[in-house]
């Protein structure tokens, strides 16, 4: 049950109900909300005493979920909240590109992408130094070294930087390259452990849907994020499957609009690993921001043929340009704005 | 394999390669279009025979489609091919809008719905009077009366009309009333035989996607229809079965742009039964449109709670207005027209 | 509900229930069920009227189906029904073997195949004379002269047969050859008017289930056939359309022990298609058995390369004979006994 | 590609083309084999030097896998692989039963199964002190003191014992408990960070299919276990997520056949997750081992209703004794024989 108690609460009101639950083998949350006091009952209620506190005059709505997500439920913030990457700000009316090669591949060919990246108009870099392959004899990504590249091209345009952690014991790195964004791969979504310490680090997460997760359990991984200290996290969209094998996966936009009911969390995009094919990504990350997404998330190459992990669906610079000024003119007709490149 | 000729080619050069293919067992197809011969194989040519053909100065290009369709595919027209429905052009650079109720529940309501439909902008009028429900013990529709009523209805208003035929038996009836477009429903998108009597009847049909049809499938049934005499098919993606029961459907927006690549044929979206609820359609109608659709298809219903099936999902007056509003939008934003209303 | 009166109980009894019911506008059907009167109300009875009638002394059970199927829930009768095909019977702690080859293709070889059929120990034999393909280019079945083959052959040697029918005007030549059982196919599964068709055939129907059709789905389409004169109805999973590709379906052997509690009709599993290779058939044959099937439906082929359809997952006669040997063990372990061969 | 040499090849033969596919950069495996050398490539071999190395005389045979998969597959191995857990031997023609809590719940309730479990005729005791919840807020294990509990359990009843690891951090825990398998749990079987720990701890492991995972991705993860170091792979199927509903999970025995064509690794399947009902659980454990699988995993509990997890699906220790009793009579008539209880 989410308690919105009537602005101006005082203190003493809102913790005489957290004391009574308590009291009840109740554990609650309070929201960071600032407007007025909302308050979480993370254990189930019994009737007797939700009635008894419902009755109470401070209290002057209440919720209850359908799931056990309580803190990444919608009715745990007044608004949709907004996550801050560096100096970007993802949710609450602006849209973002996210962009960058699969993975980081060398020093040199990072800063390339890097200046194009920026150049297009997207505001956050992106870029994998682990990498979850199928194959334990595929590349595997360049790790610690990876990250180093990442953030210094990072800086060198001044963008702020994504990347996937695959590991808790890789934490330390990520924090001393001072990575903006830690992403949890779709792999890795129900890898309760690594939520659990990737929620500690006082960064935020871009948390990935699983291939085969429903949004109940998507938003219990989130709700993981947010129990253990991460309230700044970042939904992102990157396709389900299904029996359907024309495409790579089945792009769910279907949930879009749902999900702005049952969540204040900001949603990204990501159509390549649904396309599997870079030509069809632009009418994907259209199709995304109209349907209501905070941001796409797409991979970019200078030369797909030449990148070590897949190339296929990597845009070229000039399909990022044009996919940009798209998702510009997409927040525009559905009343957002596109988010200012940074600096 | 499907052949296309050089510009001007002399129909005895075409008959010519015909023949060849004829005498070697192979049934051959020619194409209606205009600009200039394309000719398809219908069975696999002896590689042999495949390069001596190819080879001819005459023949300019060849193509080897995925599987067996061949009229329905891309290659088999050069531009992308516009079905008429009554006067409305579906294809081609429009966008258009098919509304209505899920069933046709009476002649007063649904001339109040034609009008709706009508003023929304929307520029064909849908209406079930045969209805395929899951249990027996449900409305099963009002059949030739509710033909009649719709067509009436459309009339009234000046729009054409569009019905799902569930049996070859009724196809005389809906010839009488002169239903301007046939719609064969998901659950039959492979009965043959009804695709067989239908592409008979010399009208246009719209096929749906059946409920866990690949794209693969889908167009061998758009194949049966045009095999059999129909080339005026319009596709209608309408949301695929996966595990995620968060929403009644999954929209397969990810295959639009595939079929653009796969099929000369138009391709419209109907996305409430993917959403299953009516305030998740309007995003997906405008991300279907984003992502290509040559249209949009949705249910309507002055008094949802009254519809006598699916009210749950069925749009009100106002909201069809502004779904319209926004599919003109799309339209122009992605370099394309909203169909004039007609008349 | 459903309602199971106390044996013995008058008739006049039973009918004042009924007319209260219809005076309530709810219809009502009537077990054919010997030991006792069981009575379904097929629309929903409210509160205050079920608890009247379960109050009822002459009333000593009563049960809320889960879905709307009434006349095919276990409850509507005392023990799991028996089906007769010709002289062969289905459920009731017997195990049946269905075989023959996917096509009906010419008289010999079918002629050829009836007697290893037979002399496999399989009890049912089996040949398609209609083909529903998903190519129309694709070999569609002989027709009327395929019923007659295979007509022919059942009664050389002394076997009962079963057919798939694909269309409501082929009844009549079902019926001119007395096909012992009508198949309907897993495309249409959903295919009502068919289904309302066939009902009033007076033979018993063969349901397959449809590729992506949920247990409930597939109820309701047997209710469908029960409500329309057919209570004889044998279900027939066949495999489900699933992510993984390996398999060309996936046998869902988990839903047997549900539908036990679910339904009082025989189910009988077709591995053929869910294996797709011939050599993986007779291990999910077992373990079909094992879980509690009352029959298995599998192709066989004298010589599978020339076979006109599905060659690739054909079994050899001596595979066959193998697996019916084994069918006989498995009935025995799980407590049932095989079906003599008839004659 | 996977070589077979005739048996008796010398040493330095198999040395020399070795060193000739390192000399291309290809890497090289030699199989534990005793009977002959088998050597797989690990990369994939030019067509030129794959020609030169097979028509060598001492290279009898040949394969070229579907995947990138080497050590796990068939042809790296004579016959199917034993993987030993403790005294009990997975396949190679026993079957064997695994059965415990679904959580370790307190020392004496453990104690208490541990003995029921071997009592039943159970070879393997199992038990969760990691437990992966979908919710943050759901028990999450005793963790190290869990292990221990499970440990003492085992040893007073004289089973081995095997557990879930969540975590390459707890493996000093697993390990200095003697637990005598590891198993890697359905949502960590793309957790590759954990396969590549876990692969070096020297004990054989337990791999849950993931919940959507191909047949293909299983075995690359099992190959990851291979490649790192820990030849004792036990595979374990149960139930993938489809479109049905109706049972938690859709058990996926159709693999299992082809399983053993496309590997050397033994199968064991675990009914319970699937069912999600305790009573649907035995007809598919009876299934699951007439489709061929080496054993079967149960959760077995004296009081479900007192479970901490999954107390739904649960068998009752009478239940297990009866299900054992069945492993038994199937392996029976599969041409196996059932483990002999240890000690």
Redesign the interface.
Known sequence: MILHFRPGTAEEQVQAVREQCHANGI?TRLSPEAERPILAM??KVPDALAQEIQQRPEVVDSFVPK???RLVHRAFREKPSVVKVGPVRLGGGQVVAIAGPCSVEGREVMLEVAHLVRDAGAQILRGGAYK???????F?GFGVEGLSQLKDAGQAVNLPVVSEI????ALPAFVDHDIDCLQIGA??M?????LKAVAQAGKPVLLKR???A????WL?SA??LA??GCPWVILCER?????????R??????????LREWTHLPVVVDPSH??GIA??IP??A???????ADGIAVEVHPRPEEARSDGAQALLPGELTALVA?AR??AA??GRTFHQPVG
């Open positions: 554990r993370v254990d799931g056990a997500w979850p392959r199928t194959s334990p004899y595929s595997q695959m590991d808790a014991a792999r890795n129900q890898n309760f452990t690594l699983g291939l085969a429903t949004v109940d359990e219990y709700e993981y129990a253990y396709g389900i499957r299904t029996f359907e094998s024309a495409t996966n089945t792009l769910d936009l279907t949930i879009l609009p749902l649904a396309a030509r069809l009418p994907l259209r199709a995304s921001v109209a349907a209501g798209e003119i997409q007709v559905t």
